[in-house]
């Protein structure tokens, strides 16, 4: 069975930060395209964070975390994670690891379950 297993969110104060793990369960990380983070807000549609290849080192962002989020890869310990600075209220959200396989004809996506980052004083 196939789950992406998300960790280290919680509640952190305005200007803190805090890094999300992401690891595939039941997946060889090499056989992935790319990974990537999204986040949902109450209220709101679901939105990319950020997202990166697992062959290469290819890297893209949000507007709104550009300069603040890191996302980047361990091969070794088959995890992607997400650095978050300088964080904001308006980060608060659902954050869901998100994972891209390559098939033959095709791709197959899966989604981790989410979660929660609160950003408040």
């Known amino acids: 069975q196939v789950q992406l297993v998300e960790s280290g969110g919680g509640l952190v104060q305005p200007g803190g930060s805090l890094r999300l793990s992401c690891e595939p369960s039941?997946?060889?990380?090499?056989?992935?395209?790319?990974m990537s983070w999204y986040r949902q807000a109450p209220g709101k549609e679901r939105e990319l964070v950020a997202g990166?290849?697992?062959?290469?080192?290819?890297?893209n962002y949000g507007d709104s975390v550009k300069g603040r989020f890191t996302i980047s890869r361990d091969n070794a310990k088959n995890t992607v994670y997400l650095q978050m600075n300088s964080l904001k209220p308006e980060d608060t959200a659902v954050y869901h690891c998100?994972?891209?396989?390559?098939?033959?004809?095709?791709?197959?996506?899966?989604w981790g379950q989410g979660i929660q980052v609160t950003v408040s004083s």
């Open positions: 039941g997946l060889t990380f090499r056989s992935l395209a790319m």
């Open positions: 990166i290849t697992i062959a290469g080192d290819t890297t």
């Open positions: 998100y994972a891209r396989k390559l098939l033959a004809l095709g791709a197959r996506a899966y």
